[in-house]
């Protein structure tokens, strides 16, 4: 079964400050995707990452993925409150059904 | 355009009783696929269907659970004689085809309860 980690699982930034999360999963995929969950909703999609080297930019979010280390990065620039949600990256099984990562749940301080 | 629909979207259910979730995928969607969600966890693969069949139920646990797309009406997926241990979210997500570069898109989920 393909394995997926993020890290960290709980951050708690200042706003204005920069931060990675961490998303490593087992074995190869050709999708990567990332989503934000306020609680009690359903998820957001925020980026989806196709090949090796891809990099997506969206406001204060940046998303990247490295096919060979098996590692994509969710990096968060100059954080805001409105930022604090629940991230999960999402990998691509073989049969289209998608394993997620545990999820890192941001809170951003004023 | 709808989206997924998902209902309900809160059920409380007694421990022994049933629980029936609906998802209706986006239009033109023929495949669905259901996901659990633990409190504090992330989503778990269960179930994995097209019209009238079921191609992967891999992550579905092995008894008292089962899941249905048919041709017509929305996929169910049916949770029989409920324990406390079910209690979580199940979001059902469609995508247009298999094997493609596709984003799956989610419901807003059914928080299901059991007291």
């Known amino acids: 079964e393909l394995k997926v980690e993020q890290n960290p699982l709980f951050l708690s930034m200042q706003e204005g400050k920069n931060y990675t999360i961490y998303c490593n999963y087992s074995t190869t995929s050709d999708r990567l995707y990332w989503y934000r969950q306020d609680p009690g909703k359903s998820l957001e999609s925020l980026f989806v990452?196709?090949?090796?080297?891809a990099v997506k930019q969206e406001g204060r979010l940046m998303a990247s993925l490295d096919t060979k280390a098996r590692l994509s990065t969710l990096h968060i620039t100059a954080a805001v409150h409105d930022l604090s949600a629940t991230y999960f990256c999402a990998v691509v099984g073989q049969r289209n059904q998608f394993y997620f990562g545990t999820g890192t749940s941001l809170t951003v301080i004023p | 355009n709808a989206g997924v629909m998902q209902n309900p979207r809160h059920l409380v259910r007694r421990r022994g009783q049933e629980a029936r979730l609906r998802c209706s995928p986006m239009k033109g969607h023929s495949h669905v696929y259901w996901y659990r969600q633990l409190p504090e966890e992330g989503l778990k693969f269960m179930v994995y269907?097209?019209?009238?069949?079921?191609?992967?139920e891999s992550g579905m646990p092995k008894e008292r659970f089962s899941a249905e797309f048919p041709k017509e009406g929305p996929s169910i997926l049916r949770i029989q004689q409920v324990v406390r241990g079910d209690s979580a979210a199940y979001f059902c997500?469609?995508?247009?085809?298999?094997?493609?570069?596709?984003?799956?898109?989610f419901g807003p989920g059914t928080r299901l309860t059991v007291t």
């Open positions: 997500a469609s995508s247009p085809r298999s094997g493609r570069v596709d984003e799956q898109y």
């Open positions: 269907l097209q019209k009238e069949n079921i191609i992967d």
């Open positions: 990452l196709l090949s090796n080297g």
